[in-house]
């Protein structure tokens, strides 16, 4: 049986977050808000499944902090990509299915981190919020 999650840090989180996950949706593909959000959810896992189990263990600490951005095209996904691969940074590049909305194949998020939130900014600070 997993352990509960300790009250502490429901009643006292922690103001500055040190680690965070960045999901990056891209804007040019027509989805609805329900498939952006199911998009988001399967880059956050996929890149978590990557990453450093330190850097999980940290990240889960703190309250999982996400940021939800979006880029202009496919070519600034694989950009970011590559960028945040060389860093060190668990990247995870999304393909849809294409059962309900879009084509098959369809690149549409990418999820990077958990990483030190310095580190993603320098990478994702030019894109806007979602």
């Not at 997993?2 to 996950?21: M, N, R, S």
């Not at 393909?95 to 990418?110: K, W």
């Amino acid at each position: 049986m997993p352990k509960p999650f300790p009250k502490e840090h429901l009643l006292k989180p922690d103001p500055d977050f040190h680690f965070k996950q960045c999901l990056i949706i891209r804007n040019d593909v027509k989805m609805s808000c329900g498939k952006r959000c199911a998009q988001a959810g399967h880059a956050s896992i996929g890149a978590y499944n990557g990453a450093d189990k330190n850097l999980q263990k940290a990240w889960l600490a703190e309250g999982q902090k996400k940021v939800v951005l979006k880029a202009n095209d496919e070519r600034t996904l694989f950009e970011i990509k590559v960028i945040a691969e060389r860093a060190g940074i668990s990247t995870s590049l999304i393909q849809d299915a294409g059962m309900t909305e879009i084509p098959p194949g369809t690149i549409t998020a990418l999820g990077l981190g958990p990483a030190k939130s310095e580190d993603l900014d320098k990478i994702t600070g030019s894109l806007s919020l979602l």
